[in-house]
Structures are given as structure tokens and as C-alpha cells.
């Protein structure tokens, strides 16, 4: 069992930064390939990046690509978002989730833990 807490979002102008953390507790964080996901009102969640155990292998969506980077610290048991260059479009709830086994998977159902979400707003 993983219990996942984000944290970092808030709001910021279009061309600006964020960083958002997610806490992990209750078993072993190293074990597990790591995901951020968004979601906008009246939209579908979709997948931003994911990360490997080791941290060694990322995976981005397209739309984000160049902008956002995805890290982890495994002695803090935490994953990092850092989102640069941030555009109105980016507006969502940003929620992390975690899996096991080693596939940078992009789908929702390949998840097995999310957090509670962390508002991010882009103003134009």
C-alpha cells in the first residue's frame, strides 16, 4: 500500500514555473515506476510523464515535452514535477500516481496508487 501527496501547485503566469512535489508512504517508494497525470475542467485525464525506480528512464507526453521535467529523490521518498515555459493550456488538476513493475506506462489503469491532486492555474 502507497499512500501519495502532492504538493507545489498554485497559480502562476503564462511563461512562468512550478515545481510539484509528491510525498510517498507506507512501502517501499523504490520499487515503483512513478506517473503524473493531469486533468482540466470538463476534460479527460491525461498522462504527463512518468518516471523508472531508478530514475534512470523518463517518458513525456507531447505536449509537454522540453517544458516539464519529471525526478525523483528515493532517500525522500518523493517525485518532482518542475513545469517551465507554463501556458494557459496547462491549467489543471495535477495528481501523481505510482505502480509497480518497471513500465513507463501512460494509461490510468496501469496505476495502482493516486494522490488527492494539486490545483496548478495559468493566467494569460
Known amino acids: 500500500q502507497v499512500q501519495l501527496v502532492e504538493s507545489g501547485g498554485g497559480l502562476v503566469q503564462a511563461g512562468g514555473s512550478l515545481r510539484l512535489s509528491c510525498a510517498a508512504s507506507g512501502s517501499t517508494f523504490s520499487s515503483y515506476t512513478m506517473g503524473w497525470f493531469r486533468q482540466a475542467p470538463g476534460k479527460e485525464r491525461e498522462f504527463v510523464a512518468a518516471?523508472?525506480?531508478?530514475?534512470?528512464?523518463?517518458y513525456y507526453a507531447d505536449s509537454v515535452k522540453g517544458r516539464f521535467t519529471v525526478s525523483r529523490d528515493n532517500a525522500k521518498n518523493t517525485v518532482y514535477l518542475q513545469m517551465n515555459s507554463l501556458k494557459p493550456e496547462d491549467t489543471a488538476v495535477y495528481y501523481c500516481?505510482?505502480?509497480?513493475?518497471?513500465?513507463?506506462?501512460?494509461?490510468?489503469?496501469?496505476?495502482?496508487?493516486w494522490g488527492q491532486g494539486a490545483q496548478v492555474t495559468v493566467s494569460s
Open positions: 500516481a505510482a505502480r509497480r513493475g518497471s513500465l513507463l506506462a501512460s494509461r490510468q489503469y496501469e496505476y495502482d496508487y
Open positions: 518516471i523508472s525506480w531508478s530514475g534512470g528512464s523518463t
